[in-house]
């Protein structure tokens, strides 16, 4: 039979190259072409993206604003996207080459274990995304198309859930409580420090904790940057990486935790109601 | 010379080559059921049933490099069609009849290469039960649809004596209905089995076909086996929804017995 002779499991080789948009070789004639050219494109950005780890897993949390330079492109962009029972990339940057390296690396991980029948290692997964990074370099020289996630698993040799962020070449950093990107996520990295060392880690929290925290790290980051969507219309999207599988943070039931934070009251916490997405138990 | 005559010979050594060699494959059964899709069949040693994408599943009897290299070539196509369309342009039509069909049709007319030992089953999941397709597909590249339900086996006889099971039903079951019936289809097409050796049956297995007192072909096959039942899940919100049934979840019709549902 003349199919092709096994790849080992590597989607990249499958589909020839991984997914950067092209770059433009041809010489442009001057004059010709201006308002075409990178320097006046204005490119859609996706804000603010938060990681902490929880008791059961890593909570993210994002707004939900898309912007392309000063203005707002979309107020409902989906910024945590689960790449498989056991792994969500929250993305911030370039909206186009975030969403194309998300749907890559789910298409990847599901490519390796249907046909190697064993799912891909973490370690894997994350070199997997070092190499959809630093594959993009050429398009972060010419200033556009750069795109920094932030992967949250839930690790089940370790039995713990991880967090990891990267810069824009690939580089890989492990963070041992939270992580965020995105333009707000300067205006509040500090914030973070403040929480764990005043209030407990993270990881001593629980989900509903946890989500509080996230909230106001969030309202604070909208306060301050003005690329962050705030939630006066439109709520924050959260989703949760636990042992058991993907959770998605019911919208509705984020409404109580805001209107506690609008009024001001610190003491109850409510509950969160969340859809739970149950993992495989048998691996594959 | 190679003349025509050789080749009708040629094509005619292989078929028989081939079914030769399948005789011998254990059963496969799919049945549509309301919330999704079961291919079940008893294995020995290896695993039998294969995901290929979000919502196909495969299985095979034969060779087992020659179900691995078409379940490869599966994967290899749906991923690639999925990634750079979409997962919804990745249908079961085009995978069974554009992909793999042609190049086994090439291989089986092919004189100077091994021809491919397999018999396989594609099932392909719909929104609604009446959606799902099951594809045969044959050594010789030849291949057939069906709906709510389709089986392999190494002989006509047996796939004969599968379909009169399931043909008796005509709504949808749910999960442990279509698992019973799938069990009761993959007991007639193992017991039609030894019936169907002609050639080498000796006194004593005629005597024994002939009386009612014929041993359970599932429990025989449980000896050195197990069963094998994979699903995919129509309303799942997991990124997979193809999912291996657990051992709790086939105790019951392991422990059904042989007359139960005949």
Known sequence: MDFATSRPGDFSRLVQVLPTPETTTTHQPHGVGESHSATSFVETHGTTVIAVKYKEGVLNVADRRATAGMGVMYDRAEKILALDDHTIVAISGSFATSIQ????LRHSFKYYSRSQLQPMSLEGKLAELTRAISNNLPMLLQGIGAFIPVLSAYDLEADQGRIFFY?????????S??????????????????????????????????LRECLILLDIAADLDAATGGYSKILPAAKAVTRDGVLTLDESQMTDVLRQMEDGVLGAIPPVRAHRIDADSESI | MYSPYDFNQSIAHRAEYVEERLKGGAPVVGISYDKGVLLLTVK???????EIYDQLMYSAIGNQA???AVRLAAIDFAHAEGFQRSPDDVSIQRLVGFAISPPLKRSFGDPLSTPNVLRAIFVEMGKRPEKDVFFILNYDGEFSTHSRFAV?????????????????????????????RAVAAWRRGAQDQPAATDDDADDEATDRASTEDIPDPLAQALEDGEIEAAILERDTSRESKFRMLRAD??????????????
């Open chain 1, 101 to 104: 390296m998300a749907r890559y």
């Open chain 1, 177 to 210: 409580e939270f992580g965020a990107a995105g333009s707000g996520s300067s205006a509040i990295r500090g914030s973070f420090d403040y929480i764990v060392r005043t209030k407990k880690p993270f990881s001593e929290m629980d989900l509903q904790e946890a």
């Open chain 1, 167 to 175: 810069d824009g070449m690939g580089a890989r950093f492990e963070s």
């Open chain 2, 249 to 262: 979840e086939l105790k019951d019709v392991v422990a059904t017995p042989a007359n139960a549902n005949s």
């Open chain 2, 152 to 180: 392999v086996a190494g002989r006509d006889a047996s796939e004969l004596a599968m379909h009169e099971e399931l043909e008796k039903y005509s709504d949808v079951p749910d999960l442990a209905t279509a698992l019973q």
């Open chain 2, 44 to 50: 020995r040693t290896q695993r039998k049933i294969f």
């Open chain 2, 66 to 68: 020659d179900v691995e």
